[in-house]
């Protein structure tokens, strides 16, 4: 199964995006994705930005992963 997981953008800079993951930060390939900005959330998979998505969708899939995790 493949996951994406949601991310905030914190900056934009020659095609790549540093984005902060519940508090973990990394650079992800931000190439398939034209119409972000710092501040906006995306969903991340495999090291690229995949998808622009809401901060309530973004909240939403936390939750979801935290009662995953919860119920191993």
Request: contains cysteine; aromatic residues 2%.
């Amino acid at each position: 199964m493949c996951v994406g997981l949601p991310a905030k953008v914190v900056r934009i800079q020659d095609g790549m995006a540093l984005v902060d993951a519940s508090g973990a930060r990394r650079e992800v390939s931000a190439e398939l994705l034209s119409d972000i900005d710092p501040g906006d959330y995306v969903m991340v998979h495999a090291g690229l930005a995949i998808a622009k998505i809401t901060a309530e969708d973004a909240e939403e899939t936390e939750a979801l992963l935290r009662d995953v995790e919860d119920a191993e």
